[in-house]
Protein backbone atom coordinates (compact mmCIF):
# COMPACT_ATOMS: atom_id res chain seq x y z
CA UNK A 1 0.00 0.00 0.00
CA UNK A 2 0.93 3.52 -0.80
CA UNK A 3 2.67 5.46 2.45
CA UNK A 4 0.85 8.57 3.10
CA UNK A 5 3.50 11.32 2.65
CA UNK A 6 2.52 14.62 5.42
CA UNK A 7 1.82 17.79 3.68
CA UNK A 8 5.59 19.79 4.44
CA UNK A 9 4.12 22.22 6.63
CA UNK A 10 6.43 25.50 7.65
CA UNK A 11 6.13 28.46 9.26
CA UNK A 12 6.65 31.96 8.10
CA UNK A 13 7.70 34.41 11.15
CA UNK A 14 6.14 37.39 10.53
CA UNK A 15 6.38 40.83 12.29
CA UNK A 16 3.79 43.46 12.10
CA UNK A 17 4.58 47.11 12.15
CA UNK A 18 3.67 47.47 15.55
CA UNK A 19 6.04 44.44 16.53
CA UNK A 20 3.75 41.60 17.06
CA UNK A 21 5.85 38.74 15.91
CA UNK A 22 3.18 35.96 14.50
CA UNK A 23 4.10 32.43 12.52
CA UNK A 24 1.96 32.13 9.24
CA UNK A 25 1.47 28.30 8.23
CA UNK A 26 2.95 27.61 4.80
CA UNK A 27 1.92 24.55 2.96
CA UNK A 28 3.68 22.70 -0.09
CA UNK A 29 2.05 20.15 -2.10
CA UNK A 30 4.98 19.21 -4.68
CA UNK A 31 5.68 15.84 -5.11
CA UNK A 32 9.38 14.78 -4.92
CA UNK A 33 10.67 11.98 -7.39
CA UNK A 34 11.11 9.88 -4.26
CA UNK A 35 7.47 9.83 -3.31
CA UNK A 36 7.44 8.98 -7.41
CA UNK A 37 9.25 6.00 -6.82
CA UNK A 38 7.89 5.15 -3.69
CA UNK A 39 4.28 5.29 -5.10
CA UNK A 40 5.41 2.88 -8.23
CA UNK A 41 7.04 0.20 -5.83
CA UNK A 42 4.02 0.55 -3.28
CA UNK A 43 1.99 -0.40 -6.38
CA UNK A 44 3.28 -3.15 -7.31
CA UNK A 45 3.94 -4.81 -3.66
CA UNK A 46 -0.21 -4.19 -3.66
CA UNK A 47 -0.84 -6.43 -6.72
CA UNK A 48 1.58 -9.01 -5.11
CA UNK A 49 -0.30 -8.81 -2.17
CA UNK A 50 -3.70 -9.58 -3.88
CA UNK A 51 -2.34 -12.49 -5.73
CA UNK A 52 -0.88 -13.70 -2.22
CA UNK A 53 -4.18 -13.45 -1.00
CA UNK A 54 -6.05 -15.05 -3.35
CA UNK A 55 -3.85 -17.77 -3.65
CA UNK A 56 -4.31 -18.21 0.57
CA UNK A 57 -7.80 -16.76 1.46
CA UNK A 58 -9.82 -17.34 -2.16
CA UNK A 59 -11.89 -14.26 -3.92
CA UNK A 60 -13.25 -12.88 -0.92
CA UNK A 61 -9.66 -12.40 0.72
CA UNK A 62 -7.88 -10.50 -2.82
CA UNK A 63 -11.22 -8.51 -3.44
CA UNK A 64 -10.90 -7.43 0.31
CA UNK A 65 -6.99 -6.37 -0.17
CA UNK A 66 -8.08 -5.09 -3.54
CA UNK A 67 -10.22 -2.98 -2.09
CA UNK A 68 -7.90 -1.59 0.36
CA UNK A 69 -5.28 -0.99 -2.55
CA UNK A 70 -7.83 0.93 -4.48
CA UNK A 71 -9.00 2.92 -1.40
CA UNK A 72 -4.66 4.03 -0.44
CA UNK A 73 -3.34 4.29 -4.07
CA UNK A 74 -6.10 5.20 -6.19
CA UNK A 75 -7.64 9.04 -6.46
CA UNK A 76 -11.30 8.09 -6.45
CA UNK A 77 -11.63 10.36 -3.70
CA UNK A 78 -10.88 13.05 -5.40
CA UNK A 79 -12.61 12.28 -8.76
CA UNK A 80 -12.96 9.91 -11.52
CA UNK A 81 -9.48 7.66 -12.34
CA UNK A 82 -8.76 7.36 -15.65
CA UNK A 83 -8.05 3.65 -15.65
CA UNK A 84 -7.12 1.37 -19.06
CA UNK A 85 -5.63 -2.05 -17.71
CA UNK A 86 -3.27 -4.21 -20.18
CA UNK A 87 -5.85 -6.66 -20.95
CA UNK A 88 -9.48 -4.63 -21.99
CA UNK A 89 -11.02 -4.54 -24.75
CA UNK A 90 -14.79 -2.76 -26.41
CA UNK A 91 -16.48 -0.87 -24.32
CA UNK A 92 -15.05 -1.63 -21.14
CA UNK A 93 -11.27 -0.47 -22.45
CA UNK A 94 -11.40 2.78 -20.33
CA UNK A 95 -12.67 2.84 -17.18
CA UNK A 96 -13.51 5.76 -14.71
CA UNK A 97 -14.85 4.37 -11.84
CA UNK A 98 -14.14 2.23 -8.90
CA UNK A 99 -15.77 -0.85 -9.60
CA UNK A 100 -14.50 -1.18 -12.88
CA UNK A 101 -11.01 -1.04 -11.50
CA UNK A 102 -11.75 -3.29 -8.98
CA UNK A 103 -12.99 -5.79 -11.79
CA UNK A 104 -9.76 -5.55 -13.61
CA UNK A 105 -8.13 -6.68 -10.50
CA UNK A 106 -9.96 -9.58 -9.31
CA UNK A 107 -12.66 -10.03 -11.25
CA UNK A 108 -16.11 -11.27 -10.22
CA UNK A 109 -18.28 -8.53 -11.58
CA UNK A 110 -21.12 -9.72 -14.19
CA UNK A 111 -20.60 -5.63 -15.77
CA UNK A 112 -17.70 -6.65 -16.42
CA UNK A 113 -18.02 -10.15 -17.75
CA UNK A 114 -14.72 -10.36 -19.13
CA UNK A 115 -12.17 -9.58 -16.34
CA UNK A 116 -10.65 -12.50 -14.98
CA UNK A 117 -8.56 -11.02 -12.53
CA UNK A 118 -5.49 -9.60 -13.60
CA UNK A 119 -4.26 -9.77 -9.73
CA UNK A 120 -5.30 -13.22 -9.41
CA UNK A 121 -2.85 -14.68 -11.31
CA UNK A 122 -0.11 -15.44 -8.84
CA UNK A 123 2.01 -13.06 -9.31
CA UNK A 124 5.51 -13.46 -6.85
CA UNK A 125 8.18 -10.52 -8.54
CA UNK A 126 7.69 -6.99 -9.66
CA UNK A 127 9.75 -3.98 -11.06
CA UNK A 128 9.43 -1.02 -13.50
CA UNK A 129 11.85 1.27 -15.26
CA UNK A 130 11.13 5.11 -16.14
CA UNK A 131 11.62 6.26 -19.55
CA UNK A 132 10.13 9.77 -18.45
CA UNK A 133 9.12 11.63 -15.37
CA UNK A 134 7.26 14.96 -15.29
CA UNK A 135 7.02 16.53 -11.96
CA UNK A 136 5.13 19.87 -11.88
CA UNK A 137 3.77 20.72 -8.02
CA UNK A 138 1.55 18.36 -7.22
CA UNK A 139 0.82 16.42 -10.37
CA UNK A 140 3.48 13.84 -11.39
CA UNK A 141 3.60 11.78 -14.53
CA UNK A 142 5.52 8.46 -15.21
CA UNK A 143 5.85 6.69 -18.32
CA UNK A 144 7.99 3.32 -18.55
CA UNK A 145 7.83 -0.72 -18.38
CA UNK A 146 6.68 -3.01 -15.92
CA UNK A 147 7.66 -6.45 -14.92
CA UNK A 148 5.83 -8.82 -13.47
CA UNK A 149 7.11 -12.15 -12.47
CA UNK A 150 5.24 -15.14 -12.06
CA UNK A 151 5.07 -18.16 -10.21
CA UNK A 152 6.78 -19.94 -12.56
CA UNK A 153 9.52 -17.44 -13.19
CA UNK A 154 8.13 -16.34 -16.82
CA UNK A 155 8.30 -12.46 -16.89
CA UNK A 156 5.60 -10.30 -18.83
CA UNK A 157 6.32 -6.40 -19.34
CA UNK A 158 3.86 -4.07 -19.79
CA UNK A 159 4.45 -0.58 -21.28
CA UNK A 160 2.82 1.74 -18.42
CA UNK A 161 2.11 5.38 -17.60
CA UNK A 162 0.70 6.84 -14.46
CA UNK A 163 -0.19 10.00 -13.16
CA UNK A 164 -0.53 10.82 -9.42
CA UNK A 165 -1.72 13.56 -7.36
CA UNK A 166 -1.36 14.55 -3.95
CA UNK A 167 -4.07 15.23 -1.90
CA UNK A 168 -4.93 17.52 0.76
CA UNK A 169 -4.00 14.93 3.37
CA UNK A 170 -0.46 14.96 1.71
CA UNK A 171 -1.19 10.89 -0.12
CA UNK A 172 0.10 10.56 -3.68
CA UNK A 173 -3.21 8.90 -5.53
CA UNK A 174 -3.11 7.58 -8.69
CA UNK A 175 -5.06 9.53 -11.03
CA UNK A 176 -4.09 7.63 -14.34
CA UNK A 177 -3.30 4.09 -14.65
CA UNK A 178 -2.86 3.49 -18.46
CA UNK A 179 -1.33 0.03 -19.31
CA UNK A 180 -0.24 -1.99 -22.76
CA UNK A 181 1.13 -4.98 -24.11
CA UNK A 182 4.17 -3.26 -25.77
CA UNK A 183 3.94 -3.33 -29.56
CA UNK A 184 4.93 -6.49 -31.51
CA UNK A 185 4.90 -7.13 -35.70
Not at 99 to 127: I, M
Not at 134 to 156: P, S
Request: hydrophobic letters at 40%; glycine letters at 10%.
Amino acid sequence: MLKKTLVTVSMLLCVTAGGTVFATPVVNNNITEAEVKAAQQAWGQALINISVAYSTGGQAQAEKVARQVLDAAYGYNLGAVLFKPTLANGKQTFRTDYDGALAYFVGGNKTYANDSGFALKGWHGYDFTNAGVYINGDLALTMGHVMLTDKAGKVTTVDKTWGFKKDEQGALRIVLHHSSLPYSQ
